[in-house]
């Protein structure tokens, strides 16, 4: 959080102070980039880790099965998230989003059996879809009229950090501590991302319908 603020305070000035939704919406987006883009990074050795039987190669299968289990539900949920989104809430559905993420995490580290792993996984992709269509749309109403290219630019930050912080640092830590802890982190940050929308002010506009 405080790297994202520091980053966007160098690329906007002092203007960011005045945008203190448009900041946590970015810090929103980078706890949950950082948990959904690398969970399957390190799959392949959490399997190894987790299942005695499923050394070397043996883990690349169940991996795969698990990595197509979140692309279906991620698409699944991509479609209808937008309609969703704007019935019920940008933030509810990001809400909904870390929960499912977080469930499914938990669930693919606590229940030590394949088909808990695919569920597990399948949660987690139903969590990618809704939150990729809900957090954007949500994005696009807090950057300033007139600056939205300037802004959303800069909410690349969640997109490439995440990538460095989910892989590059949680490597040494996977490689000194274990997998199932690197996966248990991405856990938590589903729920940190929830977090963060405390800091957001959601401006819901009901548009009338023209018979």
């Not at 699944?76 to 499912?100: E, H």
């Not at 597990?120 to 109403?141: H, M, P, R, V």
Request: proline share 2%; glycine share 14%; aromatic share 10%.
């Amino acid at each position: 959080a405080l790297g994202v603020i520091a980053s966007l305070r160098i690329g906007i000035g002092k203007e960011i102070s005045t945008q203190k939704s448009f900041k946590w919406w970015v810090v929103n987006r980078l706890a949950f980039l950082v948990g959904s883009t690398n969970v399957a990074t390190f799959l392949v050795f959490f399997l190894q880790e987790r299942f005695v039987d499923l050394h070397g190669e043996k883990a690349a299968g169940p991996a795969a099965k698990v990595t197509m289990f979140v692309g279906i539900f991620i698409l699944l949920t991509a479609l209808p998230s937008g309609w969703l989104a704007d019935k019920f809430g940008k933030k509810i559905l990001i809400a909904i989003a870390g929960f499912l993420g977080a469930i499914g995490t938990a669930i693919v580290i606590a229940v030590p059996v394949m088909n808990a792993l695919y569920i597990g996984g399948c949660l987690i992709g139903a969590g990618i879809g809704l939150f990729y269509s809900a957090n954007w749309a949500l994005g696009t109403e807090l950057v300033p009229v007139g600056q939205a290219g300037r802004f959303l630019g800069l909410s690349n930050l969640a997109g490439a950090g995440a990538g460095a912080i989910g892989a590059y640092i949680a490597g040494p830590i996977a490689d000194s501590l274990g997998y199932t802890l690197v996966i248990g982190m991405y856990g938590l940050l589903f729920l940190l991302s929830i977090l963060a929308l405390l800091g957001i002010t959601e401006q819901r506009v009901k548009l009338k319908n023209n018979v």
